[in-house]
């Protein structure tokens, strides 16, 4: 279709590692954050997201290699 490429979907030069990172850390985070002040037991959540994260870190060498 000829469409541009968006910004982080380029598979031949986004480290998805990276990409899931800044994600959780500047959308998803925050947002669960404010809404954990609400609902303390959406804790889980948050617990959640630093496991996820975690597991990201684990791949960025893996990504950084294929690009």
């Keep these: 279709m ?3 490429i968006t910004m982080n979907c380029d598979r ?3 480290n998805t590692a990276k990409s899931q990172i800044g994600f959780i850390n ?3 985070l925050p947002l ?3 809404i954990h002040k609400m609902l303390p037991e959406s804790s ?8 996820n994260k975690e597991y990201w870190n684990t ?3 893996y ?3 294929e690009l």
Excluded at 44 to 51: G, K, M, P, Q, T
């Design 2 to 4: 000829n469409l541009e």
């Design 12 to 14: 031949m030069t986004t």
């Design 26 to 28: 500047f959308l998803v």
């Design 32 to 34: 669960f954050k404010v």
């Design 44 to 51: 889980e959540c948050i617990e959640n997201l630093d496991e």
């Design 59 to 61: 791949k960025i060498e």
């Design 63 to 65: 990504y950084d290699q």
